[in-house]
Every structure is written in C-alpha cells, then in structure tokens.
C-alpha cells in the first residue's frame, strides 16, 4: 500500500514509470492508495475540530465541534474527497479523448488520484486547524500537484506536451475550482458543524 507516494514526491518522473508498468485497475487505485490518503485530511481534521477548533488565529475565538458532529462532518468529507478524484480523472478523459491516442478512462482516472496525492498529505496540517494556515497547505499541495500533472501527462497519459497543454492546463483550474469546493464545504461542515450536521442527518 501506498508504495508510491515517496517515489512521486522525490522523483517523479521515473516513478509515472513504474506506476504504467502495473497497468492498475481504478479499484486498486482505490483500496491501495486514495481510500487510505483521503483518510489522513479527515482524521486530521476531526482531532483538530473536536481538541482545538477552527480558528483563524490570536485572538479569535475557536470553534469547536463535539465529537458526534465532527464524525458526521467527517463521513461528509470523506466521500466528497472520494467524489472528487473520480471527477477530475472524468475531466481528464473528456478532454483528451480528442486527440490521437487518447487514453482510457480508467487510466485518466488512474492519473488523477496519483496526481491528488500532495493535496491529501497538505491535509496533515488539519490538526491545528487554523484557516490561514490550512489555505497555505492547500495551495502549496496544488502547486505540487500541477507539477506532477505536467510532468506525468506525456508520460502516463501517452499524450505530447504541446498536445497536452490544454489538458493539464483545464485539469489544473478545475483542480483549482475542487480545491475551493473543498475548502468551502470543510469551512462549512467544520467550523458549523454543530448547527447543521443534526439538522441533516435526522433525517
């Protein structure tokens, strides 16, 4: 499990290498490497939310969630995390099945949820979860994340750089409209939680 992970983050380009040798199913994907690294923003985040609470910092007052509302959030979380990796891989093959050879489905899907993986481990910082600071892993882990993009579309996808140009660069600002998604709805299931998680799962 997870056997990728270094290698992507150290060196990048001989690991899209042997991430193609394994010719991997999305479920493998799924149960080896996204179920287990979506999980570290959320566990983060529900130890954060319940010990210390959202805050932006100094003075501000921090809000925390009990411990059932913060499981709720965190269910929510989880699966809109899960959504959003099978999303962009479906974004991924829409635009590129225009060209020559274009990749399958499963394989953009594929890249995707590798390509997520600096955003999963920014979520680390959710044990202190102060909004500034949280922001500042988001986007450091995109950046990490585009460059994986760049790197592994004419090596994973099979797809030209000059080709690939508009791909990663769509893949990137949907990326970026995911991020702030998530953001959004972990700003509103964290921080108010307590209000509307009882109100949506009574029923």
């Known amino acids: 499990m997870l056997t990728h992970v270094w290698g992507l983050l150290t060196h990048p380009k001989s690991e899209w290498g ?7 199913t999305v479920t493998h994907l799924y149960a080896h490497h996204v179920f287990t ?8 985040a529900y130890i954060g939310t319940t010990q210390v609470g959202w805050g932006f910092g100094g003075e501000h007052a921090f809000i925390k969630l009990d411990l059932l509302s913060a499981l709720y959030a965190g269910i929510a979380f989880y699966i809109a995390i899960l959504a959003s990796v099978f999303l962009v891989g479906n974004v991924i093959y829409w635009m590129a099945h225009r060209f020559r050879k274009p990749p399958s489905r499963r394989r953009c899907v594929i890249f995707a949820g590798y390509i997520a993986t ?6 680390l910082v959710a044990v202190y979860p102060l909004v ?10 995109l950046c990490i ?3 994986l993009l760049y790197l592994g579309i004419p090596y994973f996808l099979g797809i030209s750089s000059e080709e690939g140009f508009i791909v990663s660069s769509t893949t990137l600002a949907v990326g970026v409209l995911v991020l702030e998604g998530l953001l959004a709805v972990t700003v509103m299931l964290w921080g108010y939680g307590e209000v509307l998680l009882p109100w949506l799962f009574r029923y």
């Open 132 to 141: 500034w600071l949280c922001l500042l892993a988001g986007i450091v882990g």
């Open 37 to 44: 690294l979506a999980a570290v923003p959320v566990i983060c």
């Open 118 to 123: 600096p955003m999963f481990l920014s979520g």
């Open 18 to 24: 042997h991430i193609e040798d394994e010719h991997e």
């Open 145 to 147: 994340s585009a460059y």
